[in-house]
């Protein structure tokens, strides 16, 4: 059997346990027609990622369909939110397209105009189309509410990329626990110049508890119970903590300046040959093997799923933005025209494929299961798939920011020796119920 | 004829020529100054709703005051960082400046290349202290490694003290070659025939500079203070590319604190109160400086 044939029977494999398949059909058969829209413009608000790039390099091809204008603009990520909080604040109606990530949901419910009519009308099946822990990000209620409020439209998921090479050479298989990552870390600090593992302990938008919340999870502890009130100081919590940051501490297995590292550098730690393993959102596979900013040959980076605790199934940490459309928006319906387009699974399946770039980025369950795609990137979005299928997806309440600030500022402090574990748990527990309270 | 000219005289042309002005200056500077203190008596948190809603009077303020321990902790840090960012500024401006006094082509050069760092984005320069100082493969980092190797493996960003001590010398590094500009214009307005008698009677550089430069250089060291005193109050920038706040919250200043309850918080009435509590010391601050400035006029 060949190497795709057999991507093929695993994606199916995967596919047969997320959803019963109802792939839908292509969304330019759901445009309106006869152009009613012709000549509207629909002005975007995206955070800048190449994958967008390449759609707008597309929109010849929707105004062709429809008439309607599409202009994009772009902010970084570090100034998208405040740009929302303005377009919030200002009730304004200059963009009719907004793009937002899934924790930022809950305190912007107010900015989207649910889709839920619209979709009905164009018999778009959302639960068909989009992993859950994606799909719940663009609903309101915490993601479990009625109201859809956008397309789910760039997602990640969190894979262990690693130095194929370096592996190779000492006879390693790339860690199917987190004990094992610190095991082989460790080795490789013994035989080569490498750091074994790019941890990121330091404090930028949260960065630092994406790994965190695996090590809590796969614990058997949450970020909060049942009622709403911290959890993450149980006896669980604590130990899954204390595992965490013993990768650092302790073991030693991570670079030292890991303690200050935030995403970026760990990847650049990897992409620099400085080491040799780093567990992060699978986006990054294009930095890691992009000669402009990577030192590393493609053959030189492997990956896999993210290691689990013994005997735990493999959990991710997900991150989902959507694009919605502007509540206050006078082009509504020439906007949901424009999402009807893009959402298309033959859009994103084309920039998969696109051999001019490796945005590897799917959201759609139909292309995280393709053959091609699979077959292009060795299987990655097969692991996506499997890790998705029990994910829990990101906290999703309108605290999150203050309580998430808390606890990096504890893993932070952790990082810097600062403080021991259980204290620094409790004390962020307890500044959690004072928030969760007012 | 008379008659006219005064019926002129009290037309107000003035208001009617200045008005375009006024108008801007409500709708840029005003406008959002009282929009944002009604704000500050308001319960206004976005993810609840997207216009401001009851008044609460006080309470805002209260509980910043009586219940609040990251507001006061940020207190601390802003004090911290005034501090220790002041008096460094200071000094380095005031040598380099005592150095550049002299004319010379160098010097010249020296004084015009001044203003390079202060022309530059403090996000930029935030970002940049941040690669000069990672662990890895800062050039920063490397240098003081190889000048201390006892420091050679200090993650400088994990260490709350080093960390201030980097914001610090960040904001001096960009700050201080002006605050440089400032005081050569004050030495060169100190006139140089008491200098040039006190010589001719005997006394040494430093006897000249204690005693006839420094008392007469004080007003404009003591207006360069104050000015300093306000742009830290204000920093945000480079601490939140250099730090984000951390390690834990050790770089968390107000400013930060203030970002933090509108833009990570969606907390608007509690974030225009913070800023006012920011805004009156400032304000207690441009007093200082307004009161230095007419001194020195008279």
Redesign the interface.
Known sequence: MKRRNILQVTAAGVGAGIAPWAFSQGSSAMLKPGKPYAGTEVNLLTVVAPQFKAHEAKLAEFEALTGIKVKYQYVPFGST??KL?AE??G?SAQYDVLSAMDVWG??????FEPLNGMLAEKKIDMQARYPNAHLRAARDGNGNGKNVLGFPIRGHVQLMFYRKDIFNQLGLKPPATWNDMVEAGKLIQSKTNLSGVAMY?????GQNLMIWFNYLWGMGADLLDAKGQPAFNSPAGIAATQAYMDVLIKHKAA???A??FNET?AVN?VA?G?SAMVPVWWWRYASLVDPKTSTLKPEQVGFAPLPSMPGKDNTTYTNTWFYGINKNSKKKAAAMEFLTWLSDPEIERSVLLDKSMNEVVAMQTKNLLDGDVNARYNGMHVYGAQALKGAKGTPLF?QW??VS?VL???I??L??G?KQVKPALDEAAAKVRRIMRA | MRAESSQLRRLPVHWVLLAPALLFVAAMALFPLGYSLLLSFREWKLARRSSPGDFVGFSNYINLLTDDPEFFEALRVTGVFITADVLLTLVVALGAALLLQKTGRLNTLARTMLILPFVMSPALIGISFRFFLNAEYGVVHHLIGLLIPAMKDTVWLADATLSMAAIVASDVWHWAPYMTLVILGGLASIPTETQEAARIDGASGFQVFRDITWPQLLPVVAVVAVLKTVFALKAFDTIYTLTNGGPGNSTKTLAYFVYEQGFSYYDMGYAAAAAYLLTAALLVMAGFYLRLAFAKNR
Do not use: H, I
């Not at chain 1, 809950?106 to 900015?111: K, M, Q, T």
């Open positions: 939110r405040e909080t919030l604040v009730a809950p305190s912007l419910y107010n900015l302990y330091g404090k930028t938008g670079p030292a300046a303690a200050s550098d730690s620099q400085k309108a920011p203050q600030d990096e500022a504890a932070s402090e990082a810097s600062q």
